[in-house]
């Protein structure tokens, strides 16, 4: 194998990995941490601090450091003064709170594609180079692969894109918890406003954001869940879903997600009860 065809190959096993989940790395040999310890140099000054005990639970329920708190209620006093989508875009463009605004963006905000009064909103992680550069969400290669296969599922022109941040986060890495954070507030208002019938959530960052749960997008995914609003005003069903950027790693994956999208049309397209 040549070394550039063995790097993607590690890349690619990697990418899937943390897409499944996987944030820790473990040894093929079982390591003695107890005996360890009792090798371990006489505490320093420094690490003789006390240490704060390890936040227990999900650490999408980490609270908001003081920053950012500020930051989440300046965004939410927009959101809610916000009463079209189209003052909702222009409210976020003024936001300065977002962190990322200032770190990856190179140009602009990222707000949404598509149609207002679509019954499907799709919501990704945050946006990359392409879209950093044309304003809009999912115009670069994996955006291109998710309309084909909206359009094979008969999805064309009945959705509407955004994301779970609006500005690049640096080298194109997952949004942060508290970068979500900041911009759920309008993500939320967007909702509320165009109130879709139901969402479908791309990727493993964006379901945890979306469902407040720490599990894996390859357990969350094919599966309906709820998304509630923090008011408790507006309930959404919820298709969590692998991102198109890995199945452009992993394209052995796309029947997963035609079987998740599948699914999702059957219920849009299913009549309403009376
Ligand atoms: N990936 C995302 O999650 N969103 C985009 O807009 C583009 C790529």
Not at 28 to 47: F, M
Not at 75 to 101: H, M, V, W, Y
Not at 145 to 168: H, K, Q, S, Y
Request: hydrophobic share 45%; net charge negative.
């Amino acid at each position: 194998m040549q070394p550039s065809q063995a790097y993607r190959a590690a890349e690619s096993l990697l990418a899937f990995w943390a897409e499944a989940g996987v944030d820790a790395m473990l040894l093929d040999e079982a390591v003695d941490r107890i005996e360890a310890g009792k090798i371990a140099p006489p505490p320093s000054p420094v690490a003789a601090r006390p240490v704060p005990a390890p936040v227990a639970g999900p650490r999408v329920a980490a609270a908001p450091s003081p920053d950012l708190s500020a930051a989440i209620a300046e965004a939410q006093q927009l959101a809610q003064a916000a009463d079209s989508i189209e003052a909702l875009k222009a409210a976020i463009e003024a936001f300065e709170g977002c962190p990322l605004r200032f770190e990856g963006a190179a140009s602009q905000a990222v707000f949404y594609r598509g149609d207002p009064a679509a019954p499907l909103m799709i919501v990704g992680d945050g946006p990359g180079s392409e879209e950093d550069a044309q304003g809009a969400p999912f115009v670069g290669r994996a955006g291109q692969l998710l309309d084909r296969m909206l359009a094979a599922a008969g999805l064309t022109g009945r959705v509407f894109i955004t994301n779970t941040v609006f500005w690049r986060p640096p080298g194109d890495r997952a949004p942060s918890p508290p970068e979500q954070a900041v911009c759920a507030p309008f993500l939320e208002r967007a909702m509320e406003l165009l109130s879709p019938k139901m969402l479908l959530v791309l990727g493993a960052s964006s379901a945890k954001a979306l469902l407040r749960k720490d599990e894996g997008i390859l357990s969350l995914r094919g599966r309906w869940h709820e998304w509630r609003s923090h008011s408790g005003n507006l309930e959404l069903p919820v298709m969590p879903t692998l991102h198109p950027a890995f199945l452009l790693r992993q394209p052995a994956a796309k029947k997963k997600v035609w079987s998740d999208l599948l699914t999702a049309t059957e219920r849009l397209d299913r009549p309403e009860r009376p």
